[in-house]
């Protein structure tokens, strides 16, 4: 679940960052080594010492460059580019004529073109709700002919609210969703789960809501008011269950459930919540993984101390609420806004299009083999760390590690490596019918339900792993310039917004800057993996008997220990942060290594510090970026990478006094 959790988070932050942005310098008119260099030299602050303050010595300009907003994070300038390529496939897809019935190309046109010129009054909330009831013969019950006519009896919360998590409202009330199984990751299987719930900001905002979607003036304030009533009730008793669910979700046992039992247990019907979400019948033997029971067993107490009308209000209001955060619901057309529509919401497409319209195949086949490469270099640095067994391990553990290490792979893009991209993306949206009538809410929702019946079809087995790892999230947008790791398929996802200059470009780019700037990313990546939560899973992305409470392994807290001698918000990607250099460094510099050391003709430079300065280029802007969530400071992130590299002292000939220069070096592994 952290997994999910984790990147819908960095998505979080990653939306609306380049809005407004104007496009930073091309690598057009230099090539990939002169364009990445500049980018380096024209942050560094040469009156910092590196040794006293590396952060500032390495992007200490960035910040008056910024001010003139011309120059962004690298992920930033990753999703600039991009946009603008996907843009111009957009455009020409114009002027096409789609001769091939139901094209890939013909339904994101038509959504995209629906999003540009549909009217307003197609995306008002108010629409949307017309278009979806509350129940198959229950409208909404502000819609009804007179809200006292509205028949209370006919309502059932949970009903309703399987007819909103069939366009992927999947975190109200109860949260549902369709996982791997940590046990056996060939497998797929459904979860019930404590949602993680944003608060009703206040009553005055939903009142306003309320009325732009029908409910009578007179009676939006205190309907309004019971709303955020529930709200707050709900919210204050899944932070009360919180402890308990996170208790449950440690180790990896959560309960499992017969429909039957869970029924005795929490008084919830969730059989025909069930069939509505999937479709098909569902009967009282099917079992379901649950974490937080407590939170369950209360939820139809609180639930009925409230009216229907006022529950079946609420669900509408949530739905409202997710639907609204979407991109394309604006009043507007914006382009900017309609693109990261499609590529959010319809992303198999996105990849695709991108591939066929704009990479061409042999181009993505080239930048594959590179990530390949540099990725297998990466490995064999962790093994070489490994073997030589730091921590003290028995036999048995570091060969689980090794087995782990060697199985992991990395996956370019979001499609599944083995199969005919075109094939598998056109299977994928049948059944998706999208009318030529420019209505945004219909087009949406159509979207969303077809998205969303794929991400359930999972459970099916509908995506076979022989033709390589593919897993679809039911949090809306996961498309990410920068790598997830996703531990049931013991894989690294490398977005194909990447697979571009500065982080990789497929024609004479220095090996320095492939390791330091794809190498160090895929290297964290790595290491997340052999972070002690993902430690018990093995090669197959089962979860299994070794490794288990690692962060209990004397050798592995004693080696924590040093590095948490100065104070930090996160431990944990303290340690990411600093293995992660070790692991690029020596894939590049130590003795296993088959990149060429020679000093590039380009630069004077010297090389190691070339590496360094190059890999710091990930710690400016924001390094958030890298991960998400709480963390310390880049410059803070970053220096404690610069000052436990061994080498470090000896790449800028800093004295034994210097900051960045302590007599003991942490190491983990
Ligand atoms: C490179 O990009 C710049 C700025 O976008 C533009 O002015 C210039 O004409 C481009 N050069 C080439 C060779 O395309
Ligand atoms: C909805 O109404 C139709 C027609 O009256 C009926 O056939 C159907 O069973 C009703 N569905 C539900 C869920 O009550
Ligand atoms: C929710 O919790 C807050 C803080 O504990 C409390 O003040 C409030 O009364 C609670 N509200 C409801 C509706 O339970
Ligand atoms: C439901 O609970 C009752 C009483 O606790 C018990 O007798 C019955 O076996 C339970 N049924 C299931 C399916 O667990
Ligand atoms: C319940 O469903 C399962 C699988 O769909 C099926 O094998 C089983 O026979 C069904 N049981 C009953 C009592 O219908
Ligand atoms: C790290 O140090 C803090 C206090 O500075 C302490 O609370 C925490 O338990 C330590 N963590 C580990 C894993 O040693």
Redesign the pocket.
Known sequence: MKRIVQICCQLLLLLGLAAGSR?P??P??TTANDWILDYVERHMDKSASPCEEFHRYATGKFKGEDEQDDIYSIPDTMILHFNERLQSVLDQLKDQAFTEANSVEEKVWRYYNTCLTAPESTRSPRHYLELVSSDENLTWPQFAHRRSKWPQEEFNWLQTLAQLRRYGMENSIIRMNVVPDAKDSTKFLVTVITPEVEKFLNVDIISDLLITIGVDRSQAQPLASKLVQLDTELYNFTAENKEEARLDEDDFTNAVYTLDELQNRTGLHLEKYLEIVFGRPINGSFEVEVLGTKYLEGLEEILQKYDSDVVASYLMVKFVHFLMALDGSEPDGDPGRCLDAVRFHMEQAGDLLYEDHYLKPEKLQKYTAEVQRIFEAIKQSFKDKLEKNHLHLSPAEVAALKEKLLAMTVTVGILPSKANHRRFVTDFYQGLELDSKPDFAKAQLEVLKLRTRRVLDQLNGAYSKDEGFFQLYDEISNNNPVPWFEVSGNTIILAIEMLREPVLATKGQHDVFKVSLLGYLLARKLMENFTPYFLPFDGKGNYGEVLRSFENYPSYVDALACLNATQTKNLAKRVIDVVSLGIAYDAYFGENSQFDQKQPDFTEVPLKQLFLLSVAQWFLGDAKYLDYGVADQDDVRLNQAIRNLPYFAEIFNCPTSAVLNPTDKCQVW
């Open positions: 496009i310098r091309a057009n008119d």
